[in-house]
């Protein structure tokens, strides 16, 4: 399992299948804050489904196509973020966070983003991280305008929320370009 630190506080650990209870929590306890945003909140009703998303991420893992990791303050599970769309051929990938409601407002998910950008480029040797949300989200969008993340551009009607078509921002950040 793979565990990277963040700081004295928080680490990330490489989700398991015994994490899925600790997941289903969270999702179902900021379920409310959570569904504006992440459309799959409301098709994650039961421990089962949240199971089945860290088999699937273990898998991709396998085929380096994503990790998924547990944002963990001491033994309490805070949340998930993962890298996904992982290009070999242009070594880049995106990030994706959700934080449940009792942890936000606390850096938790800037400071994971710091360790696993970290990672990315210096483990996996990636050239580019994007870090993508939609429009509205103006919780997410401080996130990589905080780890100066340049913006790149807006895709519009790229995702469907609730059955109306949004568009996406896409922000970057090159290795040449982190300052750590
Ligand atoms: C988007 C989301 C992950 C942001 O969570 P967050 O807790 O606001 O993000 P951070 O961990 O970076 O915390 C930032 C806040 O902590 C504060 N903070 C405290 N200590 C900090 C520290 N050491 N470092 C950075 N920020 C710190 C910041 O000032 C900021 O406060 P504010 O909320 O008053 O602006 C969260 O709102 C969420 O899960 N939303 C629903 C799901 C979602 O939209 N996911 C993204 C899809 S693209």
Redesign the pocket.
Known sequence: MLELKVNEALCLRQLQPEHAPLVFRQIHTSRK??R???PWVDYNTHEEHSLRFIQLMQRKADDQDAIAFGMWRGEELC?VIDLHNWDHNLQKAEI????GDS?????????SCRALIRFAFKQLRLNKIE????LQ?E??A??PI?LGFSREGILRHSAKLHGQYVDTVVMGMLKGDWKG
Request: aromatic share 20%.
């Open positions: 804050t959570l504006r945003f992440l949340g994706g966070y959700w934080i942890f936000q407002g606390k850096g938790i998910v800037s400071n870090i993508r949300f939609v989200n919780r997410s401080y996130i905080r």
